[in-house]
């Protein structure tokens, strides 16, 4: 049998305040799994009472609450300053409302993922269409049919593992017979590894989002689940001036004034097809992005090669008018860029073929590498700082050095001199 915590002397007001001050209660048993614990407070505060839940099952778990001050100072009112007794009637007031509280439906996997994508859709998530994609390829064959409360840490770490050893999946044929790449170089397997770390980050969302909206019993399973570390290293891809030349030769009509603009302005696809005329200020040279990705709107910088090419696109336009249609006039949708990029790559002798993404790296590297500040370059495109540094700093020439000289002040440490340095070519006259 296992051995009970010792019960501490709590009814009397004298025994409590010569207890020992520290962070864990002294508890005294009322029942089987719960208990009354009292907290001694330095300095001379009044010591506070808590109350102590056992829960069993897979994850067993403490449940705790406070119930209030103790009657080490002043009189007990049965509200905010309780006397041992008051405590003792309001542990158990609490341990009755656990009693009648109904058990926790246990859901699937695949039933929280769908919980969770409704959720996604309702707060007007920017990818729904990957997420998606991720949970059917990714989670769901494997982990959908289980229920959440039956998962482990060891579970979902042999899952995590083998999504990090399994080859990329590549475009199913035409009969729709799925593809992936046969073998797996050091590269590879640091990408299939971030890759793993990306789905687990989705799983982890719907998880959480059950475990908060009290679907699950418990989120320790897949908390004790850690990332890869080290394998999400910064590798942008860009076109020098050249490419981007040719690229821009091999499109023709409205998706060459897309990919001009993509290059001028550093924006995201869905942010070019959504501009209207009214965003444009194009006498103070600038452009407002009113749906971002991260949901807030953004102020672009036009240089005067992008006023012109919005100049031109804008004439005559009505300001609700899209400033970059389709050469039909209606409006560029989802993937209406991909083969039409491809073709261009193609044709311009650019390989591998890019996404329409990369022109974005493309506007913002050239920037980096003619000494634009990381600031300005995160203003621009509406990124934090942080990630801007950790994709660009290393274009910049100066980036780093200045950024470390003006951080790191002089120490005294080295006594100032008058010894100036001969220059090499007077001391070979020597």
């Known amino acids: 049998m296992a051995r009970k915590s010792r019960d501490e002397v709590l009814d009397n007001r004298s025994a409590r305040l010569r207890l020992p001050v520290r962070k864990e209660p002294f508890w005294r048993n009322i029942q089987e799994g719960r208990a009354l614990g009292y907290r001694r407070i330095a300095g001379g505060k009044s010591g506070t009472w808590i109350a102590r839940?056992?829960?069993k099952g897979r994850t067993p778990r403490n449940l705790f609450q406070a119930l209030g001050s103790a009657d080490d100072y002043l009189d007990a009112d049965g509200d905010g300053t309780l006397s041992y007794q008051q405590a003792y009637?309001?542990?158990g007031a609490w341990f009755a409302t656990l009693s009648k509280k109904e058990?926790?439906?246990?859901?699937?996997?695949?039933?929280?993922?769908?919980?969770?994508m409704t959720h996604y859709r309702a707060k007007g998530g920017k990818a729904e269409r990957e997420t998606q994609f991720t949970v059917d390829a990714h989670i769901l064959p494997s982990l959908g049919k289980r229920l959440v409360d039956?998962?482990?840490a060891g579970i979902i770490k042999a899952w995590r593992d083998k999504l990090a050893t399994a080859p990329a999946r590549l475009r199913a044929s035409a009969d729709g017979t799925p593809k992936s790449r046969a073998t797996l170089d050091a590269a590879g397997k640091r990408a299939r590894r971030s890759t793993a770390n990306r789905i687990m980050t989705t799983l982890k969302a719907a998880l959480n989002l059950a475990y908060r909206d009290g679907l699950a019993q418990s989120d320790d399973a897949w908390r004790?689940?850690?990332?890869f570390h080290g394998v999400d290293a910064a590798k942008v891809r860009w076109l020098?001036?050249?490419e981007a030349a040719?690229?821009?030769?091999?499109?023709?009509?409205?998706?060459r004034n897309l990919v001009v603009a993509a290059l001028l302005t550093g924006c995201r696809y869905g942010e070019l097809c959504n501009l209207r005329v009214a965003d444009l200020d194009l006498v103070g040279g600038r452009a407002t992005v009113r749906e971002a990705k991260a949901g807030k709107p953004r102020v672009v910088t036009l240089t005067a090669e992008a006023v012109q090419l919005f100049t031109t696109a804008s004439a005559g336009k009505p300001r609700n008018a899209l400033v970059l249609p389709r050469d039909d006039g209606e409006q560029w949708l989802k993937s209406h860029q991909s083969r039409r990029l491809s073709d261009a790559c193609k044709l311009a002798?650019?390989?591998p073929a890019i996404g329409f993404h990369i022109l974005r790296h493309t506007h913002a590297s050239r920037l980096a590498q003619a000494g634009v500040s990381m600031s300005v370059i995160a203003a621009q495109l509406g990124n934090s700082e942080a990630i801007c540094s950790k994709h660009y700093a290393h274009l910049a020439p100066s980036y780093l050095a200045e950024a470390m000289r003006a951080g790191f002040a002089d120490t005294g440490l080295v006594p100032q001199s008058n010894v100036t340095p001969l220059a090499k070519s007077t001391m070979k006259g020597k």
């Open 53 to 55: 839940h056992y829960v």
């Open 89 to 91: 009637d309001a542990a």
């Open 103 to 116: 058990p926790v439906r246990q859901i699937t996997v695949a039933e929280a993922m769908t919980h969770y």
């Open 150 to 152: 039956d998962l482990t």
């Open 224 to 227: 004790r689940v850690q990332p």
């Open 240 to 242: 020098t001036d050249d």
């Open 246 to 255: 040719r690229l821009v030769n091999a499109t023709q009509g409205a998706f």
């Open 349 to 351: 002798g650019i390989a």
